[in-house]
């Protein structure tokens, strides 16, 4: 990239799109395991896990997987900075019309599909809820950490990692923050995972392997700001028959204290506890060696 055209980064992620067979087992699981505050129930399910009025979508669809992200940026003059990088750098970004905007929740978007066919929004000015509506979780002790650092992050699967790391890094212009290269399993596959951050810092909004796999992606991952949530929500899934998908465990490069059960759409749910946030002066990219320093097991058989 040129000096005449320094990187344009979003401020964050601002909410996932989800296609789902069934809207009420995602309603039931995101409310009652989870501890998101869910809004109307149609055609599409809004879940908030702040005071943006909307954080997931889940559209009725059959696919079951993730369909979108949505990338926040601070002002209109940064989305078409945005928009002009994505297409100097050959990409077809689509305006969004007045109709997809309003199922955003966004003032403006417009749309473009990475090449592993995930489709991403890149907005601005995201609608809060209505002031007599503040945040409140039927199940949580604190709340979701979301706001500024945005919705969460996900990890995508890959077909091509080289065009695959140009995308994020280039045409979306995220930022590196390390890579962990690891046996999934003692003696397993060595899985290598790129993960990239966006300006305000979560340690990941995105990270992608190239893995087999069913869905477009492994996870999507919130944050809640009690640990002790982590551990409540763990007990839930297990009282609810919500299977575990890896237990308790910890991961050296985001920080994160965490577990992962499985989502009514069949791909996985991180939810965390202290994740890092990066200081970009400060930030050295390193490479890890492996996915967790504890834990994070399969359940037992
Ligand atoms: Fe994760």
Not at 203 to 214: D, E, G, I, L, T
Request: a negative charge; hydrophobic letters at 40%; glycine letters at 10%.
């Amino acid at each position: 990239m040129s000096d005449q055209h320094p990187p344009v980064t979003p401020t964050s992620l601002g909410y996932f799109v989800i296609g789902a067979s069934d809207l009420a087992a995602w309603r039931h699981f995101a409310v009652h395991v989870v501890g998101m505050m869910a809004g109307d129930i149609g055609e599409t399910l809004a879940l908030r896990l702040d005071e943006n009025a909307q954080r997931l979508l889940v559209e009725a669809d059959d696919h079951d997987d993730l369909n979108a992200v949505g990338w926040c940026y601070d002002s209109e003059r940064e989305l078409d900075a945005a928009i002009d990088q994505a297409r100097r750098l050959g990409a077809t970004v689509e305006d969004g019309s007045a109709t997809l905007c309003a199922t955003r929740h966004v003032e403006r978007l417009a749309r473009l599909a990475d090449p592993n066919g995930l489709v991403h929004e890149l907005h601005y000015g995201p609608a809060m809820a209505p002031m007599d509506q503040a945040f409140r979780s039927a199940v949580l002790r604190g709340g979701f950490v979301a706001g500024q650092l945005g919705a969460g992050h996900y990890v995508a699967i890959a077909d091509d990692r080289a065009a695959t790391e140009r995308f994020y890094r280039k045409v979306l212009g995220l930022r590196l923050s390390d890579y962990i290269r690891g046996e999934v399993a003692p003696g397993g596959p060595v899985l290598e995972a790129t993960f990239l951050h966006a300006a305000s810092g979560r340690h990941h909004s995105v990270a992608f392997a190239c893995a087999p796999a069913a869905k477009r992606i492994h996870h999507i991952m919130v944050e809640v700001a009690d640990m002790n949530d982590v551990g409540l929500a763990r007990d839930r899934c297990r009282a609810g028959g919500v299977p575990l998908m890896m237990d308790l465990g910890h991961h050296p490069n985001d920080g994160m204290f965490s577990f992962y059960c499985v989502t009514p759409g069949g791909f996985g749910l991180e939810i965390g506890a202290g994740g890092r946030v990066i200081d970009e002066d400060a930030w050295a990219v390193r490479s890890y060696t492996r996915l967790s320093d504890w834990g994070h097991q399969p359940p037992p058989g």
